[in-house]
């Protein structure tokens, strides 16, 4: 079985662009959450989609958003993107909230 | 939510089993105990939870203590492919997805 795919996996932005990224499921997987990690703040969270509805919602501000279509999978969007956003960006799947998750290789995001 | 506290390192030589501690004293009765790690630049991997019970797989083993305030994860034969970051997690209770990693324990497996 295909693990979690997120694309791309590197991406250059310039400084209040905005940038979308994709996350593709484990296949039979209905839950999705995205995670940032950088070297100062770790892995923080950021949301988790089940039945193309957001559960679950991190600090972050409202310039994160995502969505999940109805064959569960992800995209995440960052508006207006400042240097800080610069991080790796993790998208985990599992078969149902509350249950093991798997993460994908995670898309580098560097904000120039 | 329940914290967890772990070693920020550890060195462990290759074939000797790696014992990983952590301690969760606040976890709550219905709070389970996760174990997931990462090797450079990858994302975390799945490795092992469990509630009260002693639980193996093909990864490792997690030994948690009767009054479950702390657990240790085992991996029974370490390679030089186990250095990674280990996380102790308490999955936070009415957020099932949400997972809080914390420093982790570098671990290093010397040959």
């Known amino acids: 079985k295909a693990g979690v795919t997120q694309t791309p996996r590197y991406l250059i932005k310039t400084r209040g662009q905005q940038v979308t990224l994709s996350c593709s499921p484990i296949?039979?997987?209905?839950?999705v959450s995205w995670y940032q990690q950088t070297p100062g703040q770790g892995l923080q969270f950021l949301f988790e989609?089940?039945?193309?509805?957001?559960?679950n919602k991190g600090n972050f501000p409202g310039r994160f958003s995502g969505r999940q279509f109805s064959n569960s999978r992800s995209e995440m969007n960052v508006s207006t993107l400042e240097l800080g956003d610069s991080a790796l960006y993790l998208c985990?799947?599992?078969?149902?909230?509350?249950?093991?998750?798997?993460f994908g290789p995670g898309t580098r995001l560097t904000v120039t | 939510d329940a914290k967890t506290t772990q070693p920020p390192s550890m060195d462990c030589a290759e074939g000797r089993a790696a014992n990983l501690p952590c301690n969760h004293s606040?976890?709550?009765?219905?709070?389970?105990v996760y174990w997931y790690r990462q090797i450079h630049s990858q994302g975390p991997q799945y490795i092992i939870h469990?509630?009260?019970n002693n639980e193996t797989n093909e990864m490792a083993s997690l030994i948690i203590t009767e009054d479950r305030k702390s657990s240790t994860l085992i991996l029974p034969h370490a390679t030089l492919r186990d250095t990674a970051v280990y996380y102790c997690?308490?999955?936070?209770?009415?957020?099932?997805?949400?997972?809080?990693f914390g420093a982790g324990t570098q671990v290093v497996v010397t040959p």
């Open positions: 985990a799947s599992s078969v149902e909230q509350g249950y093991e998750q798997y």
């Open positions: 997690i308490v999955r936070v209770e009415d957020s099932w997805g949400k997972l809080q």
């Open positions: 469990g509630l009260k």
């Open positions: 606040t976890i709550s009765g219905n709070e389970y």
């Open positions: 296949s039979g997987h209905r839950s």
């Open positions: 989609y089940f039945s193309e509805t957001q559960r």
